[in-house]
């Protein structure tokens, strides 16, 4: 086995056809084509099945392929390392966020890092919770960052930060001047009683945010009207700053928005309500001291 083989073979996989992988390889179809046949002769045995222009593993196929990505991962851990040994700062991380989460946290991350690795190229994504995880553990991200984890064998996660998640209402709200000063608290607090008839406008229950506003109105044995939807957290605060109603969205969100006014921002439970961020990367994995580097700059910048 050499490297150009495994990708090969890896991206036939993938695509499940000839001209597909060809394409991404850079290379033509006939050219696979044969490379492929010569491999299986000298396997004497089929790596895929053919149906039309669908190419599907055998089951000699797949246990090639499981051995093909552990070699890939060790020659992309050695090619991290060698950077590493020989004190290049140069490199590259590519980073998963939540939908629509990198607007409230590269900016307080990238410059930070950027100014003490120029050279190092970062390359930012945002897909949804399994999208994430199935592309760290296919070896296409080095981190990933959940808003809420749901620990895999295969993965390490560090905390970045507790979050905490505010009720946001307008300025304008009769209730927007009624939070008090609470011990632990760094907003002032408000009893969510005080909104049981108030229009909310939450999060889907799948998602951390959603979740926790349902456990708080569960607590606090309330059921304000829910009106709107959304996955949108940008969405939310806007329709809560425009008086639509109440929404509950993570503190960062609101610390990256542009408002004309600041909108009136409360702690909520007992304490206050948090979600926590953790960034995960696959175990076992060579993280090159820029990578490690960037989880402390997360860490220290986003506590800012």
């Known amino acids: 086995m050499n490297i150009q083989e495994l990708n090969y073979i890896m991206c036939i996989a993938k695509h499940r056809n000839l001209t597909r992988a060809a394409q991404e390889l850079y290379i033509s179809q006939p050219t696979l084509s044969k490379y492929l046949q010569k491999l299986e002769r000298d396997l004497d045995g089929k790596l895929f099945s053919r149906s039309g222009n669908c190419y599907t593993p055998t089951y000699l196929g797949r246990r090639y392929m499981e051995y093909a990505r552990k070699m890939l991962e060790l020659n992309q851990d050695w090619e991290k390392e060698l950077l590493d040994l020989q004190a290049c700062r140069e490199g590259e991380l590519n980073i998963a966020f939540p939908l629509m989460r990198s607007s409230c946290m590269v900016p307080d991350i990238l410059p930070v890092f950027h100014e003490k690795y120029p050279g190092v190229k970062v390359n930012f994504l945002e897909e949804t919770y399994a999208i994430q995880e199935r592309l760290l553990l296919d070896d296409q991200l080095d981190f990933a960052v959940f808003n809420e984890a749901h620990p895999h064998p295969n993965l390490v996660y560090e905390v970045l930060m ?5 009720l946001m209402l307008s300025p304008d709200h009769p209730l927007a001047y009624q939070g008090k000063e609470r011990e632990g608290c760094r907003y002032p607090w408000i009893d969510l009683k005080l909104l049981e008839n108030e229009p909310f406008i939450l999060h889907f229950p799948d998602q951390t945010t959603g979740r926790i506003a349902l456990e708080l109105f569960e607590k606090y044995e309330i059921e304000p009207p829910v009106p709107f939807h959304t ?23 609101v610390k990256s928005m542009k408002f004309d006014r600041p909108p009136a921002c409360f702690s909520v439970g007992d304490g206050g309500a948090f979600g926590t961020l953790t960034i995960a990367y696959r175990r076992g994995a060579y993280l090159p001291s820029y990578a490690r580097d960037f989880i402390k700059i997360a860490q220290e910048n986003l506590h800012k």
């Open 162 to 166: 507790d979050e905490e998640v505010l």
């Open 231 to 253: 996955r949108n957290s940008q969405a939310c605060a806007l329709l809560a700053y425009q008086g639509m109603g109440a929404c509950l969205i993570p503190e960062n969100y």
